[in-house]
Each structure stands twice: as C-alpha cells, then as structure tokens.
C-alpha cells in the first residue's frame, strides 16, 4: 500500500520558517518525481516546486528564492524548506509522487501564516 505522509505544517508569524517533509512507502522513491502542491481557501490548487529523480528542481515564481525543495533517497522523504513566509503562503500543502505509470497524493498538512 502506497502511503506519502506530509508534516511539519503549522502557525508561524510573517517572516518565520517551516520544514515540511513528506515520507513516501510502499514505492520506489528514487524513481518518482516529487512535487510540493498548495491550496488556499477558495482557490485553485497550485504547484509550488518540484524535483526529478535525478534532483533537477524547479519553483513556482511566488515561491522562487524563499522555497526550496530537496529529497532524501536514502529516508525516502521530500522536504519543502519555507523562509521569509507570507500571510498569502497559507494554505493546506501537500505532496505528490508521480512514476511513468502512477500518481500518489499526500493527505496535506496545513500551513497558516498570521501575525
């Protein structure tokens, strides 16, 4: 059974830092493509970064220079390190591993930014 477990969301003032992580089971994690998505009330999911197999990454401009996405073969775990965080970054994020044949989503875990 595939499972990709997302953490490390919460509350967290403008300016502040989170890490989340997103372990995967049940695949072979080096062979999939992980991507970090988010959606905020009342609007369209959206891609926020995404890293190959091979650690090629690409960020979404909102995001660019405060994000960024890593990967941990060895823990099978994805990471989205957030810095310089904004009240419009809040949003439910989620992960998503996605194979030549198969695409699996993480539950999300939120994520409020708020003075």
């Known amino acids: 059974q595939v499972q990709l477990v997302e953490s490390g969301g919460g509350l967290m003032k403008p300016g502040g830092s989170l890490r989340l992580s997103c372990t995967a089971s049940?695949?072979?994690?080096?062979?999939?493509?992980m991507s970090w998505y988010r959606q905020a009330p009342g609007k369209q999911r959206e891609r926020v970064a995404t890293?190959?197999?091979?650690?090629?990454?690409n960020h979404a401009n909102a995001v660019k220079g405060r994000f960024t996405i890593s990967r941990d073969n060895a823990k099978n775990t994805a990471y989205l390190q957030m810095n310089s965080l904004k009240p419009e970054d809040t949003a439910v994020y989620s992960c998503n591993a996605a194979g030549i044949n198969m695409t699996y989503w993480g539950q999300g875990t939120q994520v409020t930014v708020s003075s």
């Open positions: 049940g695949i072979i994690f080096s062979t999939y493509t």
């Open positions: 890293i190959t197999r091979t650690g090629i990454t």
